[in-house]
């Protein structure tokens, strides 16, 4: 498997993150810290440009003890949402909310010396 | 960041190409946002009529209030100019900015992207943008905002805005690509002014049917449509039944999350509607009349089939006209695919037999609506025989506007398909 340096760590500043196409592959590089996770730029729903669109939290629901709503508020987990259609995959998993078998494709990447190198698939 | 690599590096090897893609907002090109789509189109030679999509009306207003009939309207509708987003006269709902999820579906918040000013227009280059992206060969447009004008308090505003939009489109849009065409605004609260506008664009060639916006209280089967319905019939032109929704419905109004209202209401207008259609014997009345129901899905329909039928057993003294079940009269409808429930390929199965869909369903992407469908919608399939594909994707449509075929996508052509020459691919401009 081919490693291919797309870049540096420190150009993508943190909580951000950069697509690139290298040859056929499209990939979403997603930094936080100095961790960074790798995504096929492909929603496994229409095929759309997820790694494209934008970040935002999880919105969850506020229940009471005695279930009633107290209203929406953002949550800490982060979902990069699919441009096309709005197709929301929690950044940490790659799966959807709704349904985990739903997910992003991984793709492995790592970073040594600064630099940030993508495992291109077989 | 790389954004570019040399092909030739250090150890003789050839370097990878390297590009950066950019993230997709309100500004980014139609091209980019369905730059996937356009590679999925490059790969096969699917003829493609594209039964529903868009115009952004509201962001050429100001060309559709000159071309108001009444003065004092013009007047009207320039006074709001400046007092706000909604333009002048537009009745908006609650909800219709809700439609982008809050910002995360850039393009159904605005495609404000560069397009090159000139002699063709804005709308004219977005459309063709899209087109050419989704490899679509004849895409049939529907305003925006407009869907729920029906349900404006004045009638007589239907009219002067339906008759403007229509205008502007027949003026000053579609003559300039012969590829796209139009289903024209039918202001269906005032059924005179339907027959005057049926009969003004009988032969216009880019107006290849009349619609109507679904989202209103009128009941289809009232005696005052019959002109109406008697003239389209003999346009040979199909009658549109477009869906939409309205948060403003009382029905609507105890669905508290935007989600739950979109859901029910581009189901309950066209559900309504069908409903009278069917039970008042319409089809008996103008058995030569097409109807195509547009931008309801299809889950729908297997339910009202299987429920008329039923009722109809039981008390066919209401339904007198009627000489065959109801699901048998709908099994001769048209309808629009989008938006595809795809959630239970057992059922879409199910439902596709039960409508006839090789002959019946007609594709539809709804660009640039934040639930649109690609062509992949159908191409996916499983169950479907290539024929049958190519039939819903384009064929059934050509066979039903009348739409010619480039005849390197005649493969497998029937339902009354034509072929001469291809449309051109290039804008006519004016």
Redesign the interface.
């Known amino acids: 498997m ?1 490693e ?5 760590l420190a ?2 500043p943190d909580g951000d993150y ?6 056929q592959l ?1 990939v979403g590089i997603f930094r936080t810290g100095s961790k960074v996770l790798a995504y096929e ?2 929603c496994p729903h ?4 997820v ?4 970040i ?1 939290n999880k919105v969850e629901e506020i229940i009471t003890s005695d279930k009633k709503s107290a209203g929406l508020r953002f949550g800490k987990a982060r979902h990069i ?1 699919c ?4 197709y ?1 995959y929690d950044l940490a998993t790659g799966c959807h909310p709704g349904d985990p078998s739903l997910r992003l494709t991984p793709v492995k990447v790592a970073v040594r010396n600064g630099q940030i190198y993508v495992s ?1 698939p077989e | ?2 954004t570019k690599t040399p092909r030739n590096s250090k150890n003789g090897k050839t370097a ?10 309100t500004a980014t090109d139609t091209r980019e ?1 369905l ?3 356009a590679k ?1 189109a490059r790969q096969d030679n699917y003829f493609i009529v594209d039964v529903d999509a868009h115009v952004t009306e509201t962001a050429f207003w100001p060309d559709i209030i000159d071309r108001m009939e009444s003065d004092v309207y013009k007047q009207m509708a320039r006074a709001f100019k400046g007092r706000g987003p909604a333009p002048g006269l537009l009745n908006s709902t609650p909800g219709m900015l809700y439609q982008d ?1 809050f ?5 159904q918040q605005r495609l404000g992207e560069d397009a090159p000013g000139g002699r063709t227009h804005k709308q004219v280059t977005l459309v063709q943008r899209a087109m050419d992206s989704l490899g679509i060969d004849y895409m049939v447009v529907f305003p925006t905002p407009m869907l729920v004008l029906g349900m404006h308090p004045q009638a007589e505003v239907e009219v002067v805005v339906g008759n403007a939009f229509n205008k502007w489109l027949t003026e000053e849009v579609l003559p300039q690509e012969p590829r796209m065409k139009a289903m024209l605004y039918l202001p269906f609260n005032h059924p005179e002014a339907c027959v005057k506008a049926v009969e003004m664009y009988a032969d216009n060639s880019s107006v290849i049917g009349y619609s109507v916006t679904s989202t209103r209280f009128r009941a289809v089967n009232h005696d005052s449509y019959m002109p109406l319905y008697s003239a389209i019939q003999a346009t040979g032109k199909p009658l549109a039944f477009h869906s939409g929704f309205h948060w403003g419905d009382q029905s609507m109004q105890q669905c508290n999350r935007f989600i739950s209202m979109h859901a029910i209401s581009f189901v309950y207008y066209n559900i309504i509607h069908l409903t009278n259609w069917i039970i008042n014997g319409m089809p008996e009345r103008f058995p030569k009349l097409k109807v195509i129901w547009i931008e309801s899905g299809l889950a729908w329909l297997p339910f009202i089939m299987q429920r008329l039928d039923s009722e109809y057993m039981m008390r066919s003294s209401e339904a007198p006209l009627l000489k065959r079940r109801p699901s048998e009269y709908i099994r001769d409808m048209y309808f629009s695919s989008q938006p595809l429930e795809r959630s239970n390929l057992d059922l879409t199965e199910a439902t596709f037999k039960a409508i006839k869909a090789d002959t019946q369903l007609l594709f539809a992407s709804d660009w640039p609506h ?5 062509p ?2 159908i191409t996916s399939l499983p169950f479907l025989d290539e024929q049958a594909k190519r039939n819903i994707l384009g064929f059934n449509a050509a066979g039903l506007f009348n739409l010619e075929v480039p005849k390197h996508k005649m493969i497998g052509a029937k339902n009354g398909a034509r072929t001469k020459k291809a449309p051109s691919r290039e804008p006519v401009t004016v």
């Open positions: 081919d291919i340096s797309v870049g540096r150009d993508i950069r697509i690139f196409a290298v040859e499209e730029n492909v229409a095929g759309g440009p790694c494209q669109g934008k935002f949402v441009p096309w259609h709005g929301e291109m | 960041m790389l990878p190409r390297i590009s950066e893609l950019p993230k997709i907002d946002i730059a996937h789509a999925e999820v910002g995360r579906i850039p393009h934040w639930d649109f469908d690609l992949n919608a």
